[in-house]
């Protein structure tokens, strides 16, 4: 079955970076939509970053210009360069995956999770 690996969390203070990688098997991570969302406790979880088959990514306003989605697809690997980080930040991240076009930051529009990695930001 899709197996989703995140790995690349930590603890950061105010102003850090940190990048965050899913390692993918049984699945092609160019074929369909991937995504970045996060979880903070008693928080619904909230999308993040995804990326298209094409290429083409997209951001919400809260991580526009800090956060960057990029794959390399010989290491069927999805990244989350996270920069100028800031306490609101902290969450679990999870990557996900869809074999449908990218259509919204949606938690249920994905139906391959991986376990997740812990991000927190301290001011």
């Known amino acids: 079955q899709v197996q989703l690996v995140e790995s690349g969390g930590g603890s950061v203070q105010s102003g850090g970076s940190l990048r965050l990688s899913c390692a993918a098997s049984r699945y092609t991570i160019n074929y369909g939509c991937m995504a970045w969302f996060r979880q903070a406790p008693g928080k619904e979880r909230e999308g993040v970053a995804t990326?298209?088959?094409?290429?083409?990514?997209s951001y919400p306003n809260s991580v526009k210009g800090r956060f960057t989605i990029s794959q390399d697809n010989a290491k069927n690997t999805l990244y989350l360069q996270m920069n100028s980080l800031k306490p609101e930040d902290t969450a679990m991240y999870y990557c996900?995956?869809?074999?449908?076009?990218?259509?919204?930051?949606?938690?249920?529009?994905?139906?391959?999770w991986g376990q997740g990695t812990q991000v927190t930001v301290s001011s």
């Open positions: 996900a995956a869809t074999y449908a076009y990218c259509s919204g930051l949606l938690p249920h529009r994905f139906g391959y």
């Open positions: 990326m298209d088959r094409s290429g083409s990514t």
